[in-house]
């Protein structure tokens, strides 16, 4: 958490912070006991068990968007009201986006070792593709698919979507120049997939061997959604056996991943430890907003519990 944000908490609140709680349960536990909020990124499970043993807890702050390490039932059960940094580090994962897109496509940029040692693999590396011209498809067309539609468009590309919970004549279609299609459709006609949906019962395995066999085989996938929207193994086997472009996955199933995963050694992905969404600048914004809305839903709710600085 930005260091500033934290200081602002610390005007008002006694704050402990400390990243390695995360991996001290007991610790963690013990401090909650007499805890108003908890403020947590992606690998802290807030269970309903984590909540039984915090009974002063009113407020959970998120230093992101996916809700999914959050038991959102318990919370509400209990009267616990959750700030996720909606919106916050968008920028982040569009651009995450695009860069992948030109470099999955363009296949150019992995050589700098052999080009130092003198070697010179010019003609190997003069097949890459412009992005230019091509269609991506936006799976998921929320504010972050959204932001990357207007951000591809702006490089050449046409875009399609697909988001059940969007009417096919909403807005922000025209608003972003993409085209609304089905599912199947706009897998078909995309040469980079770019998925954008939370982690829930309907969207996991969402691109599985089914729909990998509809894509092009010179598309490319990328993921900074959620691990388990995309069937690894099988996305392993694709690239593996050329029937995909490449793919670059931000997100996993296992994180980290663990020894003997599927995507070990696996031809054309890039692998990047959940970092889409985390830039110095998205950070500043992520937890600059999370303390501004955890403070004042502490102020407003309990004022006795503030600390006289």
């Not at 046409?158 to 059940?164: L, T």
């Not at 694709?238 to 670059?248: D, E, I, N, S, V």
Request: glycine share 10%.
């Amino acid at each position: 958490m930005d260091e500033a944000a934290v200081a602002s908490l610390r005007h008002h609140f006694d704050v402990h912070a400390h990243a390695s709680l995360v991996d001290e349960p007991e610790r963690l536990r013990a401090l909650l006991a007499d805890a108003h909020a908890l403020i947590v990124r992606n690998r802290t499970q807030v269970s309903a068990a984590l909540l039984d043993g915090a009974p002063g807890l009113s407020v959970v702050g998120r230093l992101g968007v996916g809700l999914d390490n959050i038991a959102l039932d318990a919370c509400k059960e209990r009267g616990v009201q959750v700030f996720p940094a909606t919106g916050a580090n968008a920028a982040a994962v569009a651009e995450y986006v695009i860069a992948a897109t030109l470099i999955l496509l363009r296949g150019a940029y992995g050589s700098s070792a052999e080009v130092a040692r003198g070697l010179w693999p010019r003609a190997a590396l003069s097949n890459g593709r412009e992005a230019a011209g091509g269609t991506m498809a936006v799976i998921g067309f929320g504010g972050i698919g959204r932001l990357v539609a207007r951000l591809a468009r702006g490089i050449g590309m046409r875009v399609v979507g697909y988001d059940p919970q969007i009417a096919a004549d909403a807005p922000c279609w025209q608003e972003t120049g993409a085209c609304g299609m089905t599912f199947d459709d706009a897998l078909r006609a995309a040469d980079v997939v770019t998925v954008h949906v939370p982690l829930v019962e309907s969207t996991h395995n969402l691109i599985g061997a089914a729909q990998l066999a509809l894509l092009k085989p010179h598309a490319v996938l990328i993921n900074t959604a959620r691990g388990g929207v995309i069937d690894e193994r099988a996305l392993a086997a694709a690239l593996t056996h050329g029937r995909l472009g490449g793919a670059a996955l931000d997100v996993f199933v296992d994180e980290p991943l663990k020894a003997g995963s599927p995507l070990e050694g696996v031809p054309n992905l890039l692998l990047t430890p959940h970092i889409a969404g985390l830039t110095m600048q998205s950070n500043e914004r992520v937890s600059t907003l999370v303390a501004a809305r955890v403070t004042e839903a502490l102020l407003a709710s309990e004022p006795e519990i503030t600390t006289t600085r």
